[in-house]
């Protein structure tokens, strides 16, 4: 089954915790993406990958550190977790600019409830 | 800088009804315009993307660039198309996917 796919699905944890989020992709890309949709449902960009190295990197806390060990995976690590990083996080992948012609597929999403 | 507004963060129609969802933009170049839907308890997935001018489930959107808009629309919604649409730009920076604030529409028997 051809997918993004990431894990946890439903993470709790208390503030002050160090947790992480995976996700995989076996579809050939070589872009993957977190993304963060907020309570509001607003969704916005925190890190971009391409083979491996960083290329869209926006305003996120340093508490944040994405990981690519190869193409196919890009893990999300979170310290010191505070109450607003309380998120449902989705990665996605596509090939490289994500435009028209390779539009992004997203995983499942990681909901994540800091208390 | 590139921007996306959707105006209506919530929708409501009945059944057969006409259905726009608005979509305005912001971006100095050649924007490249998607929309997205997330249906209860599935992924995100892509709708339709201006550069095929494709009609997926019904839906069309066509891109304005003289009002910079990109609005969906169906002429008769169904209730299977209740859920959560994104409107999202592609402009320059690598995959960088612009999305607006999202509508939830809702379609009533």
């Known amino acids: 089954d051809t997918a993004v796919s990431q894990t946890p699905k439903y993470l709790v944890t208390q503030m002050g915790n160090d947790k992480s989020i995976k996700c995989e992709q076996n579809?050939?890309?070589?872009?993957m993406y977190w993304y963060k949709q907020d309570s509001k449902k607003f969704l916005k960009i925190m890190f971009s990958y391409n083979n491996k190295e960083l290329i869209i990197n926006e305003t996120v806390p340093n508490r944040f550190s994405p990981k690519s060990p190869d193409k196919a995976h890009l893990n999300l690590h979170i310290n010191s977790l505070e109450l607003g990083d309380s998120a449902v996080y989705f990665c996605?992948?596509?090939?490289?600019?994500?435009?028209?012609?390779?539009?992004?597929?997203f995983g499942n999403g990681t909901r994540l409830t800091v208390t | 800088a590139q921007r996306v507004t959707q105006p209506e963060k919530l929708l409501s129609v009945f059944k057969g009804a006409p259905v726009e969802l608005k979509c305005n933009y912001s971006?100095?170049?050649?924007?490249?315009l998607f929309w997205y839907v997330q249906y209860s308890r599935q992924r995100l997935q892509l709708l339709l993307r201006h550069i095929s001018r494709e009609s997926i489930k019904g839906f069309t959107a066509d891109l304005n660039k003289g009002e910079t808009s990109f609005h969906l629309k169906k002429p008769f919604a169904q209730e299977e198309d209740s859920a959560m649409y994104y409107c999202?730009?592609?402009?320059?920076?690598?995959?960088?996917?612009?999305f607006g604030q999202g509508t939830i529409l809702t379609v009533h028997p």
């Open positions: 579809l050939g890309h070589d872009t």
């Open positions: 971006y100095s170049g050649s924007p490249e």
């Open positions: 996605a992948s596509s090939h490289l600019g994500g435009g028209a012609n390779s539009p992004l597929h």
């Open positions: 999202a730009l592609s402009g320059t920076s690598y995959g960088k996917l612009t």
